[in-house]
Each structure stands twice: as structure tokens, then as C-alpha cells.
């Protein structure tokens, strides 16, 4: 089992940067990726970007915030991040931190969710 919890959530302006983080503990030391997804109102969650815990930190990201998000990892600390940049109202989501062990096919953790709202 692991435990996940996001930071970083908060309400910026378009155009804005945001930070999210997440810190893993627990069963973490078969981890294969973390990620993020987001939800917004009414709609369903999606991801967001993984990155793989081996060592050539594999990136992948949705078309949507390709060329402005950035994901990065410390595996020491079994933190993710995701720095946000130009954000636009459409990135108005809660935002969840996600895992992926080794055993598993893709995303079998999240957390909480973190609030992040872009007014216009």
C-alpha cells in the first residue's frame, strides 16, 4: 500500500505558475512511475504526465499541457513534482498525485487531490 499527498494547490492567474508536489511513503520501494491527473467540474479525471522511476526518467504528458508543464522526480526523498507554467482557466481542476508499482498495469494509487484554480 502507499500512501500519497499533494501540495501546492492554490488560485493563480492566467498566464501564472503553480508548483504542485507529492510525497509518497509506504510501499514505495517498487515504484515504476508517478504521475498526475486532474478532474475538473463535471467532467471526468485525466491524465496529466507520468515520469518512470528508472533511471532514464521516461516523461510523458498529455497534449494539453505539453511544452508548459514539467514533471520531475527525487527518488531519495519519493517526491514528484509538476511545475505549471502559463496556465490557462482550462487547467481548473483538482489535481491527484498517482502511483504505479511494478505489479501493476498502470496507476493503482492516488491521493487526495489538490485544488488548483486559474481565473481569467
Known amino acids: 500500500q502507499v500512501q500519497l499527498v499533494e501540495s501546492g494547490g492554490g488560485l493563480v492567474q492566467a498566464g501564472g505558475s503553480l508548483t504542485l508536489s507529492c510525497a509518497a511513503s509506504g510501499r514505495t520501494f517498487d515504484t515504476y512511475s508517478m504521475g498526475w491527473l486532474r478532474q475538473a467540474p463535471g467532467k471526468e479525471r485525466e491524465f496529466v504526465a507520468r515520469?518512470?522511476?528508472?533511471?532514464?526518467?521516461?516523461?510523458y504528458y498529455a497534449d494539453s499541457v505539453k511544452g508548459r508543464f514539467t514533471i520531475s522526480r527525487d527518488n531519495a526523498k519519493n517526491t514528484v513534482s509538476l511545475q505549471m507554467n502559463s496556465l490557462k482557466p482550462e487547467d481548473t481542476a483538482v489535481y491527484y498525485c498517482a502511483h504505479q508499482s511494478r505489479s501493476q498495469g498502470n496507476f493503482g494509487s492516488w491521493g487526495q487531490g489538490t485544488q488548483v484554480t486559474v481565473s481569467s
Open positions: 515520469i518512470s522511476w528508472s533511471n532514464g526518467a521516461n516523461t
